[in-house]
Every structure is written in structure tokens, then in C-alpha cells.
């Protein structure tokens, strides 16, 4: 029989379809316009962060990761499809930061660098994100944005071990979502404007 932590990884699971499900709706009827490298270069860091994760113990708290590259990965493909493809020198950073993460782990068998490193890099790689949402914050998705907000604590207390290597990434992506959302709706405010 299932744990609480085995259901919370579950709800955690199913949130982050949830929320996808809506962003990709977005996507679909014109209103969402995904940067197509910058979800690329979540995606990678999202694998790197998975398997790191799982080595230190995550369990099912880490399902959500595995979940998130995946569908990050499928997005950037939608957005190379429609060509919103632009390289921004924040995107090349974070993907370097993302190499040289899963190369300190490499080197030290100790996960934490990589956790470190991938952290650092989504935060950085949604600095275009940023930008995005106070320039044009109609093509973004709040609400699939704000899902995050709350799915990745549930995720958080699904970890099987709770230590910074297994916390840190997920508590980074709350933090990146809840900045998207602010400006996201800053922005919506500020210009008066209903979307489409």
C-alpha cells in the first residue's frame, strides 16, 4: 500500500498536468507563444535536475521533474515548429551552467553541484521569460504559471530525503513562477487590457 509521500508525488504529478494542459491550450488558440530555446533549456536543466534528484533520494517527490523535462522538451519542439526561436545570451548561460553542473557531478559523484548549478540556470534562463511577460504579458499564461506556485511545495513534501540537494530546484521554480506571475499580472494591470 502507498504512502502519503506516494500521493503526494501523485497530486504533484497531476497538477503539472494540469497546469501544461493549460499552457498548452494557450498554445493552440494563438494566446500563448512560447520561447522556444528558453523551454529547450528548462527541459535539459530539468533532466539533470531528475536524475539528480532521484540519486539523492527524492522518490516520488522528483515524479514532477521527470514530467516537467518532458514537457518542456515538447514545447520548445512546438515553438521551433512555429519559429519562435531566438538565442538570447541569458538561455546560453544557463544552458552552460547546466553542462558544467552535470560535469561537477560528474567529478565529484556529489549531486548537490548539479542541483546548485541547474538552479542557478533556470533562474537565469527566465530572465527572457521575464522580459517577455512585462513586454508582452497577454502571450503568456498565468494561471498555468501560478499551478506551479503551489504544485512544487506539494512536491517538496513529497521527497522520500529532505535536504538542499533534493529541495533546492523545486523551491527555485516556485520562486521563478511566482516572479512570472507578478510581473504577468502587473503588467495586465498597468496597460488595462483584457486578453483574448
Known sequence: MADYKTYL???SVALQLISYSIYFTGIWKGRTKPHAFTWMVWGFISVIAFTA?????GGAGAWVLGINALLCLTISAIGFKQK?????LYDWLALIGGLLGVFLWWQTKDPLYAVILVALSDSTSAIPTF????RLPFEENALAFSIGIVNYPIAIL???TLNITTWLYPATIVLV????????????RQLGKKPM
Open 9 to 11: 508525488g501523485i497530486l
Open 53 to 57: 534528484i532521484i540519486s539523492a533520494g
Open 84 to 88: 519562435r526561436v531566438t538565442y538570447d
Open 131 to 134: 522580459r517577455k511577460a512585462y
Open 158 to 160: 513529497a521527497l522520500r
Open 177 to 188: 513562477d511566482a516572479i512570472i506571475v507578478a510581473i504577468i499580472f502587473f503588467r495586465r
